[in-house]
């Protein structure tokens, strides 16, 4: 198969120094020791949404507006709209309130015409506001649009990490991916369970994707699950069991049916994969 690098792309130069200047204002005034998050991601959403219309204090008062508008400007402010995620009853709602106006800034930018296929601009706010969300995160974090987290303060993310389209990362239970993982549009990554007889039975699962792993398309990886280094989740697969260093498992429930042809030589002499149907 051909190797097809990806190309560099970036938007005009004005377009570039604007966003640097336009984060770096925002990265400083969500360091800044007098922070209030709250208030800095909901003047940035109205910013990005209503640009040149004043500030949302002064909108929000405006009485003569329809009562949808003023409906609308009220839910740029996060603590006027409610996240999945504060209904569980595992949520720490101190941990979680910090970092709700971080997700709701996070989840709305991609949700306007500035972010919503504006990759560039998108991969570098996420950059921005991952540190502040995360357990911890590592360098060259390049994350897509429409990723959602869970309580995002369980999650823990290595180096050169990227994360496509409409992935779920559920740290419920505590969520790792190791250096160089790579999470391909539309998986799932959970980190807690239901019981099949009550739903309100929550277990929750600390999930692991060691370094240089691969979660391909449409896959899901089930709570409590390690992804050794260097395995692969193949396309739509359900991992419901760990899957072994350089392994590729497919199927639902995934289970291996190749070794990586980089593996290490002990990993493929040792790897005991299913038989064929002719018995070879």
């Excluded at 800044?32 to 109205?46: G, N």
């Excluded at 240089?212 to 089930?222: E, G, I, K, P, Q």
């Excluded at 070794?259 to 040792?270: C, D, F, H, I, S």
Aim: charged share 25%.
């Amino acid at each position: 198969m051909p190797v097809l690098p990806l190309r560099t792309v970036a938007p005009a130069a004005g377009m570039t120094r604007l966003s640097e200047e336009w984060l770096a204002d925002l990265d400083a005034a969500l360091r800044a020791e007098d922070a209030d998050w709250r208030r800095t991601c909901r003047e940035t959403l109205f910013q990005l949404a209503h640009p040149g219309q004043g500030s949302w204090e002064e909108r929000v008062a405006d009485t003569s507006l329809p009562m949808a508008s003023r409906l609308a400007l009220e839910a740029f402010d996060p603590a006027n709209i409610t996240l999945e995620p504060e209904y569980y009853a595992d949520v720490d709602p101190e941990r979680f309130a910090r970092v709700k106006p971080l997700l709701w800034l996070w989840y709305t930018f991609d949700r306007l015409p500035i972010g919503g296929q504006h990759v560039a601009l998108g991969v570098m706010l996420r950059r921005v506001l991952a540190p502040h969300v995360f357990k911890r995160v590592g360098a060259n974090f390049k994350c897509f649009q429409h990723v959602e987290v869970s309580f995002g303060y369980n999650l823990e993310v290595g180096d050169d990490v990227v994360v496509h389209r409409h992935v779920l990362l559920d740290d419920r239970g505590g969520l790792v991916l190791g250096d160089r993982v790579s999470i391909s549009d539309y998986a799932n990554i959970y980190s807690h369970t239901h019981s099949i007889v009550d739903q309100q039975d929550v277990t929750c699962l600390r999930t692991v994707l060691e370094d240089d792993v691969r979660v391909t398309y449409h896959a899901t990886v089930l709570a409590g699950v390690r992804v050794a280094r260097n395995g692969m989740v193949g396309a739509a697969a359900v991992a419901t069991k760990d899957v072994r260093p350089y392994h590729v498992n497919v199927g639902i429930p995934a289970k291996s049916v190749r070794v990586k042809p980089n593996a290490p030589p002990e990993l493929v002499r040792n790897a005991r994969l299913p038989e064929h149907p002719d018995g070879s």
